[in-house]
Each structure stands twice: as structure tokens, then as C-alpha cells.
């Protein structure tokens, strides 16, 4: 089942693996696919997880609604995805950013259907206002198709740490040309979805008792780390680890730290 229809469209999930084995669902951040989690699947599956990596509304394969939506909707479409791709018992969520913001709400919203969430350089508080003024005028930026190239980098220098730049020339290029080919409107709404019109949820973490793993990157200046420390701060039953060296997508650029966190974590978890 590659696709799923759900409230915000139909939704692309790479599934690999097993319907008896338990379940992470991988949701990335802004401005990548499900391809964000290609070093972290191939290790996952040989420690026995089924992996459903998606492509969030308006990203990659997933067409997304064509309209503004809310992170308790992206909520429910992960709550869609599960019931869809036969999950019964309570699944992992992997985030990063945007995945980050939606795990919170998958486990207010269906509590019973999360196990756990390990998340990666994300933050449960609304932008600040300088933050929505940059989100907006990016929105702007990405509608004139002759700045391409400009806004392109402006935005991958968001998500990649200079060295991993300078180390890993091709990543960068290769983030670019994947968001530059979908669909641009639906691509927009998207964005200022999940930047501008984005509600906090940092009040509500208290009553979550799920165990968590949160995760930084030093060199993240999309999401400062204290984002993620305020998250672990807050959540009863958190983790919080900072990985240096690393910025804003830290599972693909540091796959060699992410993945031992990741697997540690899951492997301290009483199975469902």
C-alpha cells in the first residue's frame, strides 16, 4: 500500500517490513521526503522494526491538500496512516522538526497508539514573531521561480551544518532539487503551515507520560537547541541529548551518532 488517503490527502509511506513486528513511523522535517530517513531504515529493520516513512503533505509523492492545515490534523493523518497500514499495537514515532511537532499530538490525540517518541531538532512552541516574518517572506521567495537558486541555498543553509556543506557537497544539492520539483502552490501552503500558523503545545507536555528522546544539533539555527531542552524539560519521562558538529537534520547528517540513540532507546522499551 504505498498511499494512504487521508484528511490532508494522499499521503506516499515507504512500508518496510513485517505486519507482527512493532512499528516506527518516520515523519520528516520541512523541506525533505521520506528519503531523510535512508540511513536509519536499513538498521532499524535489521533490529526487527517495520519502518513506515512518509512523505508529509506537500512533500515528495504526497500532494497535500492545497490548503492551510494544522499540526492536530497532520495528527490525525498519522493516526490515517496507522489504522491503514494494519498497526494495532502502539507504534514509535521518529521526527524530526516537523515530525517534532506532530508526535505531541499523535499522543493527545490517540495516547493509546504511541509507544514512544524519539525526536530529532524540533520544538513544541510557536515561532517567535521575527520567525513568522522570515517563514512568511520565505512563502514569498519560493513563488518567484527566477530567485530559485537563491532561495534554494538560503534554505539548505538552514538544514545543513557548514562542514557538512563543505564534507558532503552533493547532499546539499540533491535537498535542493527535491523540493524545488513539487508541486510549488501546494509546496507554500505547506510551509506556512507548518511555520507561520503553527500553535504551541509546550504547556501540554506534562501530562504526557510517554518515554522520549529528544535530540539537537549544536550548529541548529533553525531550531536552537534550547527548543529541544525546554521540550525535555517539560515531558516527564524525556532523554536530552545534543549531538555536536550536526544542524537541523541530524539522522541525515550524522547518521553514526543518530543511529546508536535511536536503537538504544527503542531497545530500553517493553515491547507492545
Not at 508541486?183 to 504526557?208: K, Q
Amino acid at each position: 500500500m504505498p498511499t494512504v488517503d487521508t484528511i490532508l490527502g494522499s499521503v506516499y509511506v515507504d512500508d518496510q517490513g513485517e505486519p507482527d513486528e512493532p512499528t516506527a513511523l518516520l515523519w520528516p522535517s520541512l523541506f525533505t521526503d521520506h528519503r531523510m530517513w535512508r540511513h536509519q531504515i536499513a538498521p532499524l529493520r535489521k533490529a526487527g522494526w517495520r519502518t513506515l516513512a512518509l512523505d508529509p503533505p506537500g512533500h515528495g509523492r504526497s500532494a497535500g491538500p492545497g490548503r492551510g492545515f494544522t499540526m492536530d490534523e497532520c495528527a490525525q493523518t498519522a493516526v490515517e496512516v496507522l489504522d491503514a497500514t494494519g498497526v494495532r499495537a502502539p507504534a514509535v514515532v521518529i521526527g524530526t522538526s516537523w515530525g517534532g511537532f506532530v508526535a505531541p499530538r499523535i499522543a493527545m490525540l490517540a495516547p493509546e497508539r504511541l509507544n514512544a517518541m524519539a525526536l530529532f531538532n524540533t520544538s513544541a512552541e510557536r515561532g517567535t514573531p521575527f520567525e513568522r516574518i522570515k517563514a512568511t517572506l520565505l512563502t514569498k521567495l519560493l513563488a518567484i521561480g527566477p530567485l530559485d537558486k537563491v532561495t534554494a541555498r538560503m534554505i539548505v543553509s538552514g538544514l545543513l551544518a557548514p562542514e557538512t556543506q563543505r564534507r558532503e557537497p552533493q547532499l546539499g544539492a540533491d535537498l535542493a532539487e527535491q523540493f524545488l520539483t513539487w508541486d510549488r502552490r501546494r509546496f507554500i501552503a505547506t510551509v506556512r503551515s507548518v511555520l507561520v500558523d503553527r500553535d504551541p503545545v509546550l504547556d501540554a507536555l506534562p501530562e504526557l507520560k510517554v518515554p522520549a528522546l529528544i535530540v539537537s544539533g549544536t550548529e541548529d539555527h533553525t531550531l536552537p537547541s534550547f527548543h529541544s531542552q525546554r521540550m525535555a524539560q517539560k515531558l516527564p519521562n524525556a532523554r536530552y541529548v545534543e549531538v555536536s558538529g550536526a544542524a537541523h537534520l541530524v539522522p541525515l547528517e550524522a547518521p553514526h551518532q543518530a543511529n546508536p540513540l535511536i536503537l538504544d532507546f527503542l531497545r530500553d522499551l517493553p515491547r507492545a
